[in-house]
């Protein structure tokens, strides 16, 4: 079964370019689920209330579970800015294959960098609901790590993504007796 690397943060904080990183480094099989494509696809009858938003998670879990399931590993690109959401995607990937991590950056770092020109459009009044400004986003309580993009190069951020994501492999196989199953076939 493969895994999920689910990357959230808010808009503009690198949640993509990390996944393309990171698909280089550890995953060159992985496919990368990015919640705007979604939104052009599969979920283009979801608008953005926060039913709609819920959906919009509940479903790019499923996606990732399908991959999963046929061996394929994952890294999904979904802001998901409520606890409750990520709880619910971890639920739906099944929690031994789901690895969070917490792409963080400072409110003016992200006005500064804009890449979508959305706090450009929020600041001018043409959109509200604004992830991080007037709509909540809350800071996942427990990430297998946290990566500060701000402080960091995106680069950088995903060579530490992938050293703690190699050590939850590790610790995964390890736990769950894999890797010992693994060396007794070996030794055979």
């Known amino acids: 079964m493969g895994n999920t690397i689910w ?9 993509t370019t990390l996944a393309k990183y990171l698909e280089h480094f550890i995953m060159t099989e992985a496919i990368i689920i990015d919640g705007d494509d979604l939104r052009k ?5 979801l608008g953005f209330s926060m039913e709609d938003r819920n959906k919009n ?6 996606v990732c579970t399908l991959f999963n399931k046929n061996n394929l590993n994952v890294i999904a690109c979904i802001m998901s800015p409520l606890e409750e959401q990520r709880l619910k995607a971890k639920e739906i990937i099944g929690k031994d294959n789901f ?6 950056c400072d409110l003016d770092t992200l006005r500064k960098r804009d ?9 001018a009044g043409e959109i509200t609901n604004m992830v991080g400004i007037d709509l909540p986003y809350q800071v996942p309580t427990e990430p297998n790590i946290v990566v500060n993009t701000a402080v960091f190069e995106l680069y950088d951020c995903a060579q530490m993504i992938s050293t703690s994501y190699n050590k939850w492999i ?19």
């Open 7 to 15: 990357l959230t943060g808010l808009s503009g904080s690198g949640k």
């Open 41 to 45: 696809g599969v979920n283009a009858d």
């Open 57 to 62: 998670v509940e479903r790019a879990a499923h």
């Open 99 to 104: 690895f969070l991590v917490y792409v963080s």
């Open 115 to 123: 890449p979508k020109g959305l706090y450009a459009k929020y600041d």
């Open 170 to 188: 590790l610790n995964k196989y390890t736990t769950h007796g894999h890797f010992n199953q693994i060396q007794s076939q070996r030794s055979k």
